[in-house]
Each structure stands twice: as C-alpha cells, then as structure tokens.
C-alpha cells in the first residue's frame, strides 16, 4: 500500500509540469484568437492607411492605397454602407485620398489629393450612383508641398489641414467659399517626410500635430490652444494617437516608440502607461501603430506590428490579444483601427491588403479568458 502510494504522488508530481504546461498553452491559443467577425469589407489595394465612422455610425470611410493598374492614382478614400456591406462610393486621382476626416456634426467629409482639400457634403455622397463634385476645395498653402493630415473642430466650421511646410486653420466664408485664418509654419524633417498627422480633442480645445519641431530643432507634438491660438510647448512624445470622449486625456506612443501612454490634457503630464510587450509574449519587440477609446470610455484598443491589445481603461490590464498577421498575403501590420458610435464594433485595417475588419466588441471576453487556475 505504501509503494502505491508512494507511486501515485510521484506520477503526480511528474505530470504536474506537463499539465501546467498544457493549460498555459491552451489559454495562450485562446487568448490570441481574435473577436467574433461581423464583416470583412474588400475594396481592392495595396494597403489601408485609415478608416473613420461617419458619427451616426452608417458610413465607414476608409483610406488606401492602390496596387497593380490602379496605382497611377496612388491613393483612394473608400466609402461604405454599414448595413449593407457596399461600397457607396470612391474618390480617387484629383479627387483622391492622401487623408480623410468627418465633420463631428457629420455633414461634411474632408479628403485630400495632397494639393487641394475637398469638401463633400454628406447628404449628397451618401446616395450611391451619378457623380457628384466638392462644394469647396481648398488649396495647399505651398503646391509643392503635399497635405497630409486633416481634422475638424467640433463646431463642425472649422477645418485644420497640415502639409510638410506647417499648419493652416481654415473657416468658411459662405457656404462655397472658405479662408485661411491662421498659418503656423515648421521647418522640414531632417532626412525624411514629415507626413505629419493631426488631432483634435473631442471638446474643440486642443490641436495637436505630428512630428512638430522646437526653434532648437528638436522634435515632438506641437500642441495649439484652439480658443487662443496660442502654440504651447512642444510635447515630448513621437505622436498623438487617441483622445478621450471626455477630452480629459490624450493616448500618445512615447518616444521610446514601444509603449503608450495617457496624458493629462493642459498640463501634459502622464497619468498611466500601458505597455504592449507585455501583453503579446513575443521574443521581439512590437512597435505601437494606432490607438481608438470608445465612446464610453471604458474599453482602450491599440494595434502593435501585427497584433491588436484591449485594455479596460480601469485596470488598463490587457484583457483581449489577437494577431491580425497573415505573411503569406502579405500582412504584417494593423496599421489603423476605429471604434464605431455606439462602442459595439471595431474596425480595423492591415497592410498587404486593403480589407477592413469588423469586429463584434459587443461582449469583449476572449475564448478561455484568465489564467488558468491551477
């Protein structure tokens, strides 16, 4: 009786490794199997830059980048039908897209070809079939410079627009006719593009645009009062990523260029740092892309390399970890993601292929979520 005993325990001991070991691996698999798919919305291209919901949530805008005959045009701003899964329409060549933007009172939506801006009505590019034109179009403030980046404020009337020269903020005249009120200017990057970004908190009060340099020739974000005008001091960090619903914090990748963190907005001093790495279990390291808050603000997503985080923004403790990395057809990063109005649905963009993915977040628990208990 002893000696069986005795061998129990040891054949226990002995598989315990092997067990833990197997459950690890189990809840490893689980863990990075990516959220229920509710459609996958394939407009043809090299690569998805950027993709947008119209604020009532119909329309998806989606930026990208043309391959094989198309590429004579570089780029294109793709529009979706939600409910339908069809594209309603495209803008490609002189009424391209190197950006986009939705007014937040989504009556308007702003693309560019680089040279000029274009302003679409909503009402009119929302109705699939005929052709339609730009109510106004607004030119770069140096042609030789392409525009980049485009954000709105929340008064829906004011437009900024960034190019590798500087800034301009605009304001329309009449309903066709739109002026340049303010013109920031900023030195060249040293040995490459700027395309610089722009964000714009979701109570009109902060500007913030990237990569921004100091008289001393330093970078970072160059932060604008928007009630004054008045530029701030240059925020240490490599680019703004996200705001808060509340405009209370910014999510910014961090000059190390591997973590993020969530800055107090006005005094600029951080308030958390979340750190991908950790999350994804990789021998290497993984390189932050793009971030999106909900709407609640309870859920913060951020995509890395080939990889989407989703941290509850209480615990800022990851809580779902997919790989949207598929080599074999060429995807390697999720470069863009967008939470939809009502906070149920993440879109998200790869390189490699123009798809957008959406996903069901309408429950966010991973298959076999939590350690395993042991």
Known sequence: MLILTISLVLLVVCALPVWTFGLWSAWADNSHAPPPILATLNPGGQRASAVAWSPDGRYLAEQITL??????????????????????????????????????????LA???????????????????????????????????????????????????????????????????????????DSPCATILCERSLLWSPDGRWLLASPWHATDGSSGVGVWDAQTWTEQALLTAAQPLAWSPDSSLVVVRNDDETTLSAMRAGSWKAAWTVNPNQDVHQSYNV????????????????????????????????????????????????????????AQTLAVTTDGQAEVTLYDLSNPSPPGAGLPEL
Do not use: C
């Open 67 to 108: 391959s094989g005959k198309q590429a004579a045009t570089k780029g294109a701003v793709v529009l979706w039908d939600v409910q339908t899964r069809r594209e309603v329409r495209r803008f490609t060549g002189p009424d391209g897209g190197l950006a986009l933007a939705w007014s937040p009172d989504g009556l308007w």
């Open 287 to 342: 390189y932050p892309e793009a971030a999106g808050w909900s709407s609640d603000g309870a859920w913060l997503a951020g995509s890395m390399d080939g990889w989407v985080d989703l941290w509850p923004t209480n615990t800022r403790q990851s809580a779902w970890v997919w790989e949207e990395q598929e080599q074999s057809q060429g995807i390697y990063t999720a470069t863009s993601l967008a939470w939809s109005p009502d």
């Open 111 to 185: 693309t560019t070809d680089g040279a000029q801006t274009l302003l679409w009505k909503a009402s009119q590019i929302e109705t699939p079939g005929g052709s339609v034109a730009p109510a106004a179009r607004l030119a770069a403030p140096d042609p030789s410079e392409a525009i980049t980046g485009l954000a709105w404020a929340k008064d829906g009337q004011t437009l900024a627009m960034v190019d590798e020269g500087g800034l301009g903020i605009w304001q329309p005249v009449d309903g066709s006719t739109w002026q340049q009120i303010h013109y920031f200017q």
